[in-house]
């Protein structure tokens, strides 16, 4: 017996949370009643539907889809058919700036592009205590090195 032992108990709970008495053994807790994907929504995915007008916003925390997908011309032209793209990041990145032309490297036209961006301040990993965790298995935790610049 391991701690998953405990999944059904936790399961029960949270379908009682969701439907309260109506969440009962017979109908299955409710499950069926759960809304259900109708197919997988990667990443991918979701850059394939913005570039068919399909997605109007897209939020980007920590991740610079411009220099990270192999296909970076369908990710600009992607992010140029949103209404608002928000941008969650220390640094300023390929993606949040894919709006401006810089010649060769992003030969855009700016007036042709109607997506606004909202780029929001955030802190880095020295910047704050925690702890970094990746696939390697190895977990490792930091002190902040320095106050976050602005108000505090």
């Not at 809304?35 to 997988?40: A, C, F, V």
């Not at 925390?61 to 997908?69: E, H, I, K, L």
């Not at 058919?81 to 700016?110: A, C, R």
């Given at each position: ?13 949270l379908m009682k949370a969701f439907y309260g008495d109506e969440a009962q ?128």
């Amino acid at each position: 017996m391991n701690y998953w032992g405990n999944y059904p108990k936790f399961f029960v709970s949270l379908m009682k949370a969701f439907y309260g008495d109506e969440a009962q053994k017979e109908n299955g807790w409710g499950f069926d009643w759960l809304p259900k994907w109708d197919q997988s929504y990667d990443v991918l995915k979701y850059f394939d539907m913005m570039d068919r007008n399909l997605v109007t916003g897209y939020i980007c925390q920590g991740f610079n889809p411009v220099a990270s997908f192999p296909d970076k011309n369908k990710v600009v032209a992607s992010l140029s058919k949103l209404k608002y793209l928000v941008i969650v990041d220390p640094l300023v990145t390929e993606t949040s700036n894919f709006w401006q032309n810089h010649g060769e490297m992003n030969d855009v036209d700016p007036a042709k592009i109607q997506t606004e961006v909202f780029r929001l301040p955030s802190t880095c990993f020295a910047e704050e205590d925690g702890s970094i965790a990746n696939s390697g298995r190895w977990l490792q935790w930091h002190w902040k090195g320095a106050d976050a610049p602005g108000k505090r």
